[in-house]
C-alpha cells in the first residue's frame, strides 16, 4: 500500500466514523473530507470543486424540483381518492398505498414519490383507525425499490451509470435497470403486503403529545358561476374535501347570511365560509375550483404564505380586517383565521381579530416579513402550506412525460432532461424561482458535490484496485455469481454509515475493479453496488426516506429491523439471481 492510498483510505475511515458519530452534519462532514483532501494533496486544488458540475449533482437536485410540482399538482392524490373509500382495513391499505409510491418512484425520485403519498396515508390512517406506524414504513421500503426500475428513480443508479461511463465508456441507459428493478419490486411489494403486520402499532408520532394545538381554520371562498357545483348541495361540496372541512355559513346577495345543511343547494357566486385544516382547505379549494376571498394588493412578486400569532399587543388586536386595510398599507391580503374558543361565522373582512387568534396571510416574499413586523404578529413554526398557492392541474405530469421520452429515446441527455423538464416548470409558473429554491434538499447536494472528488481520490491513487485484489483473493474460490452476492451485501452494510449516494460513490469503483480482477464483466458487479445502495431498510440513518417516516410513524431505531431484516434477505437472494440472470457475468 503506498503512502496515498493510505491517506485515501484513512479519510474515508474518518468520514465514516464522523457520519456514524453523528454529532455534525452529514453535509458538514463531506465538505470537511473535501478540505482534508486537498490539504493532504490527495485531491488536486484544481478539481477540488469539479462533484458541484457533475451530472449527479444537476440530475439530483432538478428531480427534487419536479417531484415537488408533482406533488403540488394534485394529480396524484385526485387519481388516489376514488380507491381511498374502499380501503378500510390496513391489509388492502397498505399494498395500495405501498404500490402507489412504488409506482411512483419508478418516474421520478423516490423520496418526491413518497413525500407525495405520505399525506394521503396520514389522512387515510386517521379515518380508519390505522396506526400511522403500519403504514409509513412499508410506503418507504416501497420508495426505495421502486426507486431500483429506472435510472432517474434513485441517485444510487445515476451515479453508478456514471461509473459505467467512466469504465466502458458507455453510461447504463433509462431502462437498463428495469428487468433487476421490476423483478425486486414485485417480489418487495408481495412480501410488505403481508409483512407490515411485524410492525408495532403503539408507537405514537413524534410530537403528537404536544400541548399546542390549534382550532379549526376558517377561510372565504367564491363559488364561480361556472363551476360543476353550481346546483350542486352542501354535501356534494363537502366530499371534495373528502369530509375533512365544513361548509360553517354561506353568505347571498352579499349580506344574507344562512347556515347551511348537508342538502343545502349552492347557487353561482355564493361566498362560503369553510372551516378545517390548512391542508383540507387547500384540498377542497383547488378540487371544488373555488376562488379564495382576498389577494395581496401588489402583485408580480414571488407569494409565500405564512401562519402568525396576533398578541395583545398587536395593532390587529380589537380591529376589523377591513378597518386593518393589510393589502393598502402592507400589500398583503388575510386567507384565514383560527380561533379558540368561538367560531367565526361573518365574512373575513368585517371580523374583529382577539388576541390569541391565528391567522393566514399571503403576501410577496420582500413583503411579508415587515408586514409581521410592523404588525407586531408572531410567526408560527415554518411549515408548508397550499392555501392560497395556485395547483397548475396535469401540466408538472405533462411535462416530466415529455422528459422521459426525450431521455428514453436518447434525443437528449438525463441532466439535459431533467434540467429543461425543471426550467420549464418555472416557465409556466407552476413553481416560482424561490418555491424551486426551497424544495432542494442542499445538504443532499452539497454532500454528493463534496465527496465526488473524495472518492475519486480512492479510485486514482489506485486504492480501488488494491481493494478489488484483496476481495478477488476472497472470492476466488468461489462462484462468480458468489462474488456478486459479496458485493451486493457490502454495499448494503456499509450504506447506514455512508449515506446511499456516498456508499455509490465508494463501492461502485471497487465493483468494477473486481470485475476486472476476475476477467467478469462489470456490468453485473455495478448494478450489484445499486442494489445494494439503494435498500438499506435496517437503519432511519442510510436514506433519506426511512428518516422521513421516522417521526410521523413514531418509529424507533429498533423497529426498522422487525420488517427490513427479512426485506433484506430476500432483495440479497433474490437480486442477486436476477443479476445473474439478465446481466451476464462473462
Not at 426507486?147 to 453510461?171: C, E, F, H
Not at 361565522?345 to 399571503?362: K, N, Y
Not at 395547483?391 to 439535459?416: D, E, K, N, S, T
Request: net charge neutral.
Amino acid at each position: 500500500m503506498t503512502l496515498d492510498q493510505g491517506l485515501a483510505f484513512g479519510l474515508i475511515g474518518c468520514t465514516v466514523a464522523l457520519f456514524v458519530w453523528g454529532r455534525l452534519p452529514y453535509d458538514l462532514v463531506a465538505l470537511l473530507a473535501l478540505v482534508a483532501g486537498v490539504a493532504i494533496g490527495i485531491v488536486p486544488a484544481a478539481k477540488a470543486f469539479d462533484g458541484f458540475s457533475d451530472d449527479i449533482v444537476i440530475i439530483v437536485g432538478n428531480a427534487l424540483v419536479i417531484s415537488a410540482a408533482v406533488s403540488r399538482s394534485g394529480v396524484v392524490e385526485s387519481a388516489m381518492r376514488p380507491l381511498l373509500p374502499y380501503l378500510r382495513a390496513p391489509s388492502l391499505q397498505v399494498p395500495a398505498l405501498a404500490g402507489a409510491v412504488m409506482a411512483l418512484s419508478m418516474v421520478t425520485k423516490n423520496i418526491g414519490a413518497l413525500a407525495i403519498l405520505m399525506p394521503v396515508a396520514l389522512q387515510l390512517g386517521r379515518k380508519t383507525g390505522t396506526p400511522a406506524s403500519r403504514l409509513l414504513m412499508p410506503m418507504s421500503f416501497a420508495s426505495l425499490i421502486g426507486g431500483l426500475v429506472t435510472l432517474v428513480g434513485t441517485s444510487t443508479n445515476i451515479i453508478v451509470s456514471k461509473v459505467r461511463a467512466d469504465v466502458t465508456g458507455q453510461p447504463f441507459g433509462m431502462f437498463d435497470f428495469t428487468p433487476v428493478g421490476l423483478g425486486l419490486a414485485l417480489i418487495g411489494l408481495a412480501f410488505l403486503a403481508v409483512g407490515y403486520r411485524l410492525l408495532p402499532t403503539d408507537r405514537r408520532p413524534a410530537g403528537s403529545g404536544a400541548s399546542f394545538t390549534l382550532a379549526a381554520y376558517t377561510t372565504e371562498a367564491r363559488l364561480p358561476a361556472g363551476s360543476a357545483l353550481v346546483g350542486a348541495s352542501v354535501r356534494d361540496l363537502e366530499q371534495r374535501g373528502d369530509g375533512d372541512v365544513t361548509v360553517a355559513t354561506v353568505i347571498r346577495e352579499r349580506f344574507r347570511r344562512y347556515v347551511p345543511g348537508p342538502d343545502w343547494r349552492l347557487a353561482a357566486d355564493d361566498v362560503l365560509l369553510l372551516s378545517g385544516e390548512p391542508e383540507d382547505l387547500e384540498r377542497i379549494v383547488a378540487r371544488a375550483g373555488l376562488e379564495l376571498v382576498g389577494r395581496a394588493a401588489r402583485g408580480g412578486g414571488l407569494v409565500k404564505v405564512a401562519e402568525a400569532v396576533v398578541p395583545a399587543e398587536s395593532p390587529l388586536a380589537g380591529v376589523t380586517v377591513a378597518g386593518a386595510d393589510l393589502a393598502g398599507r402592507h400589500g398583503i391580503s388575510l386567507l384565514a383565521v383560527s380561533r379558540t374558543g368561538g367560531a367565526v361565522t361573518g365574512r373575513l373582512a368585517s371580523v374583529r381579530l382577539r388576541a390569541g387568534d391565528v391567522v393566514v396571510l399571503r403576501g410577496e416574499n420582500e413583503a411579508l416579513p415587515d408586514a409581521l413586523r410592523a404588525l407586531r404578529l408572531l410567526p408560527l413554526a415554518e411549515r408548508s402550506l397550499g392555501l392560497g398557492r395556485s395547483r397548475r392541474g396535469y401540466i408538472p405530469i405533462v411535462v416530466l412525460g415529455a422528459a422521459m421520452l426525450l431521455i428514453a429515446l436518447h434525443l437528449v441527455p438525463v441532466a439535459m432532461g431533467f434540467f429543461g423538464a425543471a426550467v420549464a416548470l418555472m416557465l409556466l409558473r407552476v413553481l416560482t424561482m424561490q418555491e424551486a429554491y426551497d424544495t432542494i434538499e442542499w445538504p443532499v447536494i452539497v454532500l454528493l458535490g463534496a465527496l465526488i472528488p473524495v472518492s475519486d481520490a480512492v479510485r486514482s491513487t489506485g486504492g480501488t484496485d488494491l481493494v478489488a485484489t484483496w476481495m478477488s483473493g476472497l472470492v476466488q474460490h468461489v462462484p462468480p455469481i458468489g462474488a456478486v452476492a459479496l458485493l451486493l451485501v457490502a454495499a448494503m452494510a456499509v450504506t447506514p454509515f455512508l449515506n446511499n449516494a456516498a456508499a455509490v460513490l465508494v463501492m461502485a469503483p471497487i465493483g468494477a475493479s473486481l470485475a476486472g480482477k476476475l476477467g467478469l464483466n462489470p456490468d453485473p458487479f455495478l448494478m450489484a453496488v445499486s442494489v445494494g445502495a439503494a435498500c438499506d431498510f435496517l437503519t432511519p440513518i442510510g436514506h433519506q426516506c426511512n428518516t422521513l417516516v421516522m417521526g410521523p410513524g413514531g418509529y424507533r431505531f429498533g423497529d426498522y429491523a422487525r420488517l427490513g431484516l427479512p426485506l433484506s434477505l430476500m432483495v440479497v437472494v433474490a437480486g442477486t439471481g436476477l443479476i445473474a440472470l439478465f446481466w451476464p457475468l462473462s
